[in-house]
């Protein structure tokens, strides 16, 4: 049996230092898993497109998201593209929540200098899509346990509260910590830089535990695949309910 190419389809940035950090990203993921392909495209924005890598990749593929939640991108983008070209590439979850993430913010929040009397912000990128929102409120539940102190979730762009809301009610703390919830910087890490608070933590980026988080989509996406009768295969994705069980 041919081993399916790993194919991770990012957003795109602008950013040199994010394309950088994702290119490191792709990087990690291959050396976790040594002599498995894999390939690293983008939505748009940034090069090399996944409708210009997808063709180009011989045998079976499995496509993870790396994206933080769902919403358009997840649920109009990428199928559209795929649909057009490369229909038979099997499409695994979105990355959060995770207690995989978790722990690799819990990690960049005490790199940041978090102490134990910091309010503490999820600043995430935000979505039109209530669905992807209540993903980032997930997040933030997750960390809130592992952290013992409430977390709340805020948003760069669409949804609330906005960053600047959520920065500007600090409760009793004197200082608020803002665990970055993107994956590489470009335009919303600066928009969580620049939000007025106090330590903010690195993006997720070249994460060891990010790089197994996305090995797990895709062994999720291969075994629900593997559980669904043929007849009854979707081209475009695994059974959502097996796709996100183990989130």
Same mark, same amino acid.
Do not use: C, N
């Given at each position: 049996?041919?081993?399916?190419?790993?194919?991770? $389809? #990012?957003?795109?940035?602008?950013? =040199? +230092?994010?394309? /950088?950090?994702?290119?490191? *990203? @792709?990087?990690? &993921?291959?050396? !976790?898993?040594?002599?498995?392909?894999?390939?690293?495209?983008?939505?748009?924005?940034?090069?090399?497109?996944?409708?210009?890598?997808?063709?180009?990749?011989?045998?079976?593929?499995?496509?993870?998201?790396?994206?933080?939640?769902?919403?358009?991108?997840?649920?109009?983008?990428?199928?559209?593209?795929?649909?057009?070209?490369?229909?038979?590439?099997?499409?695994?979850?979105?990355?959060?929540?995770?207690?995989?993430?978790?722990?690799?913010?819990?990690?960049?929040?005490?790199?940041?200098?978090?102490?134990a009397d910091d309010a503490v912000v999820l600043g995430a990128a935000?979505?039109?899509?209530? $669905? #992807?929102?209540?993903?980032?409120? =997930? +997040?933030?539940? /997750?960390?809130?346990?592992? *952290? @013992?102190?409430? &977390?709340?979730? !805020?948003?760069?762009?669409?949804?609330?509260?906005?960053?600047?809301?959520?920065?500007?009610?600090?409760?009793?703390?004197?200082?608020?910590?803002?665990?970055?919830?993107?994956?590489?910087?470009?335009?919303?890490?600066?928009r969580l830089t620049a939000a007025g608070a106090g330590p903010v933590?690195?993006?997720?980026?070249?994460?060891?535990?990010?790089?197994?988080?996305?090995?797990?989509?895709?062994?999720?996406?291969?075994?629900?695949?593997?559980?669904?009768?043929?007849?009854?295969?979707?081209?475009?994705?695994?059974?959502?309910?097996?796709?996100?069980?183990?989130?």
């Open positions: 049996m041919v081993t399916p190419a790993l194919v991770l $389809a #990012a957003h795109g940035t602008r950013s =040199a +230092a994010g394309q /950088r950090t994702l290119s490191a *990203l @792709a990087e990690t &993921v291959g050396r !976790a898993r040594p002599g498995r392909r894999v390939e690293l495209s983008y939505l748009e924005i940034s090069s090399p497109l996944l409708a210009e890598v997808l063709p180009a990749v011989p045998g079976p593929v499995v496509v993870v998201p790396l994206l933080l939640a769902g919403g358009y991108h997840v649920h109009i983008d990428l199928p559209a593209v795929i649909a057009r070209s490369r229909p038979d590439a099997l499409v695994a979850g979105w990355l959060g929540p995770h207690r995989l993430l978790t722990s690799a913010l819990v990690r960049k929040l005490a790199r940041a200098g978090l102490r935000g979505s039109s899509d209530p $669905a #992807a929102l209540a993903d980032v409120r =997930a +997040a933030a539940h /997750r960390l809130a346990v592992r *952290l @013992a102190r409430p &977390v709340t979730a !805020a948003f760069a762009s669409a949804g609330a509260p906005s960053l600047e809301e959520a920065v500007e009610r600090p409760g009793s703390a004197a200082r608020v910590a803002i665990a970055s919830y993107v994956l590489a910087p470009g335009f919303f890490h600066d933590s690195e993006p997720l980026g070249a994460d060891p535990d990010v790089a197994a988080l996305i090995w797990h989509r895709y062994e999720e996406a291969l075994r629900a695949r593997r559980a669904t009768p043929r007849h009854a295969r979707h081209p475009l994705a695994a059974p959502p309910d097996l796709r996100h069980a183990t989130r």
